[in-house]
């Protein structure tokens, strides 16, 4: 059973930054993509940005600020986030997808808190 352990969420004032990370228990081999997610209260679960070999996609609200990133030797992905905004302010979960062994499916991590406030 594969998992996924992210880190890095904190309390930031606006304007400040952070960069999340998500540790995967097996290698990035048949992966079709990673992506982080966040949910805020009262919200439903909503796309902020993936990455899919070399090529990356991110939601509206945060291109320019927000960078995904994978580095394959150490199996984690990255959400360097820049200039935040208290509409950030969320649980960030990362995703990964695949078709095949070890990562078939749809995989979550348990979620990181990201609050952006004075």
């Known amino acids: 059973q594969v998992q996924l352990v992210e880190s890095g969420g904190a309390l930031v004032q606006p304007g400040g930054s952070l960069r999340l990370s998500c540790a995967a228990s097996a290698r990035f081999f048949n992966v079709d993509t990673m992506g982080w997610y966040r949910q805020a209260p009262g919200k439903e679960r909503e796309l902020v940005a993936t990455i899919s070999g070399s090529s990356t996609n991110y939601a509206d609200s945060v291109k320019g600020r927000f960078t995904i990133s994978r580095d394959n030797a150490k199996n984690t992905v990255y959400l360097q986030m820049n200039s935040l905004k208290p509409e950030d302010t969320a649980v960030y979960y990362c995703?990964?997808?695949?078709?095949?062994?070890?990562?078939?499916?749809?995989?979550w991590g348990q979620g990181t808190q990201v609050t952006v406030s004075p």
């Open positions: 995703n990964i997808r695949g078709r095949s062994w070890p990562w078939r499916g749809d995989h």
